[in-house]
């Protein structure tokens, strides 16, 4: 079996939650952790954040506890999951996304996932006239519900899910249902649409289903007095009266002519065909003309349930919406935005018995002829049955009485394309009961604010997602046959679904062509755009993209060319104007117009990120429209920015490190000072994956001095959060870049930075490698603090390899060269270090006299995070000395000083300390409480040592939980 067959494991939803692996059963846990795995599960392999979680379970009252809970819950899951992961192993399954979590749907055989699949089968076979084998699919559907879904999980968002998944059961069943009365099947049906109208007298569906087989039964006064209670109940529980469907059914039964028995049930029901669309022609009950103008679905349409999911959600699932509802779905070019919508339409359109309406409104045409309203409305009215001499001239008017039309009538109406606010308002109607979809690439946050618009923003393709489109477009068959290759596909076309279209359009047009051969050639063209030419203008992901580009202001344009020079992951508000080099004000505006047009992505608030292929438009843009000159200014203004920000950060973290000397920084590169340590400290941490990509990024742009000083101005930070491996490749581009800029003391700085995250990391012949080196080349440049920052390094590397006497004498060159040039920090710094090495060699009272010492130093000099060290320091002493009360009162002092500077994972350390401390005194609540803290910290930033903390909380729990560790 493959590892990826191993990985994988089934789960049932539909009935009470349960999972197996390999046909044995999981137990997975207390109600709140099977709702955190259901969440999961619902979300279908996209992140659920933190903040979703606590208001899923809890809702408007957490526990204060609310987010350790959860991730213990995560924690166990990921081990219930996958059981045997090695403790410094990644999580495969359960991954930690952003601030919240996925989990991966193609590791997951669900039964929600075939009762979907047998549905839109049946769909198929329906619209092939195949009616009996599309009963049997719904019938096998309907077999795999085992009672009501998620039974006994708690949460509001639970039960909300609850309440989407019987609605697609009871959509399923009217399908079925209303197919047999169409075969003829009315007194077979009969008993199961009483059982189910006594179940949901409300659903108006159920009830003209319930007539039609009572009147074909010859039943026709039973039928009358289910409409007369069925009335009765809708006007007493919510106040109105049946629907137009239900009211012709009922005229009918009044008329006693042909009546239901005459037409399908489809017709009665009020639904379409299989797609959900009825022709234009007849008019329906009181001659009132049904339209049906969607355009036809895509027959390979694959992916995006979670929208359509969300989607569905917004019609009522009992009688008809009161007021008109909104929909805008928004999205960068190419993302599927019509595809989705008219796909969805024809899954809903059944809920419209009074017909479709579609427009496209071209907001986006190359032409640039963008629809007005009116000619908008003039095509709404005539298919609505209102001639056209009879349409006035004024738009005022014309949308007076599109209202009038739509009064008392339920229909779907699809605005496709729009532009702007403006272009849409007048074709909203006022009467409830219409459901209005708007597509654009720009937000129209005018249709949120002023109409209440439901947003939908569309982004690319999950994996899963894309495959899933090759396979339908390319057939199951060729992808599996080259697993690999197609996944290289999908990654090269950034999961766009344009991009997707095209490729698999080309690889369809010549079916002997590799798959592999295909992936080649996109590598080949990587960055470019030149592999996406479709054969005309609206399959041409350049083309299409220009149209938006075009539309954009002069400034906002030129800053869409620079954000390409910005080596990602994302750019924040501040790098964006250095950039630009604009003020921050003005660049806010600029970016609000650029995601407002879809060409930019908010993916947190004041964090962006471009699009692969966008990016690749935009380099091409920037090669076009701008000369070499402007792009190296604008380089210069980014690596200032980032280099001189690093170096506030570095400073308001330690404000006794020594000062560099730094470049020239340009006027407008406007980079950020930090009031204290905790705002020092967020910055960096929120800017991690930024800072690792800058520094290779200055170094591949010929800024050497820029890569090794912000290396430089890094190493403090990523040293003391742990981030080890990135400091080796930070590191190592340093070292490259000040070779390369010929300098020695930015070498020797770099290769102190590899000698420390190689110790780190237990790599002591590398370790002491550069460390010797930086000693050397420190030395020959007589520079006294960088001896003593190597010699302290070596006195490390020495206790990691039990020499704890070389050690000391390292720490003692150190203190001297400290005490020559003054640096009382410095100093303090090492007698914390010399207390350590005296408690691993258990002298623990030397240790006591060395952290006094240099606390004294700390205080004096106002040093937070120099004490913060040695009172963890201190804290271990005592603890060793069994003086645990004090060691607690000393281990509290420094958690609560980390705390305030923001050192989370030194904070964690601190907290395992404590944790221990209690748990030698017996107080094993306090124990358990401090090492949950400590693991929520390490699971946050996604360290190793948090399978350690997991191991500690799971010896509390076990039958020596009350004793002591060991020294």
Known sequence: MDARAQESFQVSLLGPLRAWRQEAELPLGPPQQRAVLALLLLRRGRAVALGELVDGIWGADPPAAAVSVLRTYVSRLRKLLEPGRPADEAPRLLVSLGDGYALRSDAVLSDLDRFEDLVERAGALRAEGADRAAVDLLRDADALWEGVPLTGLPGPRIEAERGHLEERRLAALETRLRIELDLGEHARVLPELTALCAAHPLREALCELRIIALYRGGRRAEALDVYARTRRLLVEELGIEPGPSLRALHADLLADDAGPAARPASADAGHGSASGAEPDGPPGPG????????????????????????????????????????????????????????????????????????????????????????????????????????????????????????????????????????????????????????????????????????????GVLSCGESLELLARRLGAARVDAEP?????????????????????????????????????????????LDAFAGDDVGTDVRAVFSWSYQALSPQAARLFRRLALHPGPDVTHAAAAALAGVPPRQVRALLTELTGASLLTERAPGRFVLHDLLRAYAAERTEAEDGPPESAAALLRLHSHFLFTAHNAATALDPFREAMPLPPCPPDAAPLRFGDRAQAAAWLRTERYVLREIVGHAAAHGYHTHAWLTAAALNVYFNRLGYWHDLLEIEGTALRSARAAGSAIGQAYALCGLGGAHSQLNHPEQALRHLEDALRLFRSACHPMGQALVHRGLAYLSNRGGRPQDALDHYARAIELYRSEGNVSGEAGVL????????????????????????????????????????????????????????????????????????????????????AAHRATGDLGAAREALTAALALLEEGGHTEADEVRRELSELSGPNGGNAPSG
């Open 287 to 458: 001659g009132i003309v049904r339209p049906s103008q969607l355009p036809a679905d895509l027959v390979t349409f694959a992916g995006r349930r979670a929208e359509l999911d969300c989607a569905a959600a917004l019609l009522p699932d009992r009688g008809h919406p009161q007021t008109p509802l909104l929909g805008l779905v928004s999205g960068m070019a190419g993302a599927g935005k019509t595809t989705l919508v008219v796909h969805w339409a024809h899954q809903m359109a059944h809920r419209f018995p009074d017909g479709s309406l579609y427009v496209n409104l071209r907001g986006h045409d190359p032409s640039g002829s963008r629809m007005d309203p009116r000619e908008a409305l003039e095509r709404f009215l005539v298919a609505l049955g209102v001639a056209p001499q009879a349409i006035p001239e004024g738009l005022d008017a014309q949308a007076a009485l599109y209202r009038g039309v739509l009064a008392g009538r339920r229909l779907l109406i699809v605005l496709d394309n729009a532009a702007d606010t403006e272009q849409v308002e007048p074709l909203l109607p006022a009467a409830p009961g219409c459901f209005v979809v708007v597509t654009s690439r720009s937000r129209l946050s005018g249709l949120v604010a002023r109409h209440g618009a439901h947003p939908l923003t569309l």
């Open 832 to 915: 914390n270090q010399v207390a350590w090495t005296y408690i691993l060699i258990d002298e623990h009272e030397k240790a006591l006299l060395r952290c006094e010492e240099a606390i004294a130093h700390c205080q004096e000099l106002g040093d937070p995070y120099g004490e913060a060290s040695t009172q963890d320091t201190l804290g271990y002493a005592l603890y060793h000395l069994r003086r645990y009360p004090q060691a607690i009162e000393r281990f509290e002092r420094s958690q609560r000083l980390f705390h305030e500077i923001g050192d989370r994972f030194l904070e964690s350390d601190v907290l395992r300390h404590l944790g």
């Open 484 to 528: 690999e290759a197609a996944r290289a596909i999908v990654e090269l076309c950034a999961r766009l679904p344009l991009a997707l279209s095209i490729v698999a359009a080309r690889a369809a047009l010549h079916p002997g062509f590799r798959l592999a051969d295909i992936a080649a050639e996109l590598r080949k063209d990587h960055g470019s």
